[in-house]
């Protein structure tokens, strides 16, 4: 018995010391809680309009900016009052307090949500429903998402770079997913599945994604980051896409040109998976002493693979065969809009230069990300 309890006590030991702390877990709670809040919103205004400000969807939202917000609160009173000497001197100092770098940006994220709240319910009573998604109370609401987001991927990383192991590296890829995801949304615009075609698509995707990807992969300690945050951040859109048209629903606001009756789900999300297994595979073979060697190997594998899978993928979408309850096909399109041939068939258009141009900004993005991973590498507080 005494030589089973010696043996179990340092596996305890380990155990807890690879733990997530409870603020991990419930920052990435809150950025799961902003993201599906958001999917969710959109869903809403498609389906049903705007009926009040006081909608699940919005509840969603500002509860993870809450959870953000009171977390980076506690944060900072505890590291400031109750934490030892190498915990205060680890951590950033703001107006006499200390906190964790994440806690800061999750706080301010708190604020600038809750400022938008009163404000985007002003300018609807005024002017009525958005037709941008980046309105101004939007764009304040996006910065607060952005930042809440941000600061859970960091206090996520800081505990990564401080405790290695599978749990600390997952929580850490798992938001960077959620912040995958955040951009997508943001993006969403140009991103559309009917604009695959097009090239302000390719820029728009290779100037941000690469970014995200190759950062976020450069920092983790997992043998397969970018793979997994873009697997994150498709399976967060997939599960909205089976969920949510389970509710019923109708809308509320005229005119109404597509008949709705249950919740209308977001597009299939853009096959970032496929450039992201091609991230992982190279930088473990080109290694980070060269970032401007690896940049010019890694940002034209990103952008081959990723405008030949998302093609061909992007055909399947706008055909029949996409009319199903997986891929969503036209299922996603919302009441107010008129239906007709244009919602089969690609808009914009595509050029050699504008392909040109995309591919550049792969590069200009890919070698950032490289220079934001080795600095996130270095994150411990």
């Known amino acids: 018995m005494e030589s089973v309890l010696t043996i179990a006590a340092p596996e305890q030991t380990r155990e807890r010391a690879t733990?997530?702390?409870?603020?991990?877990?419930?920052?990435?709670?809150?950025?799961?809680?902003?993201?599906?809040?958001?999917?969710?919103?959109?869903?809403?205004?498609?389906?049903?309009g705007r009926d009040t400000f006081w909608t699940p969807a919005h509840m969603a939202i500002y509860l993870g900016g809450l959870i953000g917000g009171f977390g980076g609160g506690w944060l900072a009173l505890k590291t400031t009052f109750g934490g030892d000497a190498a915990t205060r001197d680890a951590a950033v100092r703001f107006w006499g307090f200390r906190a964790p770098l994440g806690a800061w940006l999750t706080i301010w994220g708190a604020i600038a949500m809750l400022t938008s709240a009163p404000f985007?319910?002003?300018?609807?009573?005024?002017?009525g429903l958005d037709v941008e998604i980046l309105s101004p109370p939007h764009t304040v609401l996006a910065m607060g998402i952005i930042a809440i987001v941000i600061g859970a991927l960091l206090l996520a990383l800081a505990e990564q770079n401080r405790s290695p192991s599978r749990r600390t590296a997952?929580?850490?890829c798992y938001v960077a997913g959620m912040l995958v995801a955040s951009i997508a949304i943001l993006a969403s615009e140009y991103t559309t599945t009917n604009r695959h075609h097009s090239s302000i698509f390719y820029g728009v995707v290779c100037g941000a994604f690469p970014?995200?990807?190759?950062g976020a992969a450069r920092a983790s300690k997992l043998r397969w980051p970018a793979t997994s945050a873009a697997a994150v951040y498709t399976g967060i859109y997939v599960a909205m896409i089976l969920i949510l048209p389970l509710f019923p629903a109708e809308p509320l606001l005229g005119p109404i040109y597509t008949p709705v009756d249950s919740m209308v789900p977001p597009f299939f999300p853009m096959l970032l998976i496929v450039p992201a297994f091609f991230i992982d595979v190279l930088l473990r073979r080109l290694g980070t002493e060269r970032p401007w060697r690896s940049a010019l190997v890694l940002a034209p594998v990103f952008f081959a693979t990723f405008l030949v899978a998302q093609w061909h993928f992007a055909e399947l979408l706008l055909s029949p065969a996409a009319d199903n309850f997986f891929?969503?096909?036209?299922?996603s399109w919302a009441y107010f809009h008129r239906p007709g041939a244009w919602q089969t068939r690609f808009w914009g258009e595509i050029?050699?230069?504008?392909l040109g141009f995309a591919a550049f900004l792969?590069?200009?993005?890919?070698?950032?990300?490289?220079?934001?991973?080795?600095?996130?590498?270095?994150?411990?507080?």
């Open 19 to 48: 733990a997530l702390p409870w603020y991990v877990v419930a920052m990435a709670i809150g950025a799961t809680s902003v993201v599906v809040g958001v999917l969710w919103d959109i869903s809403w205004h498609k389906t049903i």
């Open 362 to 381: 792969a590069l200009l993005s890919t070698r950032l990300g490289l220079g934001w991973g080795a600095w996130m590498a270095r994150v411990r507080r």
């Open 211 to 214: 970014l995200l990807l190759v």
């Open 327 to 331: 891929f969503a096909g036209g299922r």
């Open 170 to 172: 997952f929580a850490y």
């Open 351 to 354: 050029s050699v230069r504008g």
């Open 120 to 127: 985007d319910d002003w300018w609807h009573n005024a002017y």
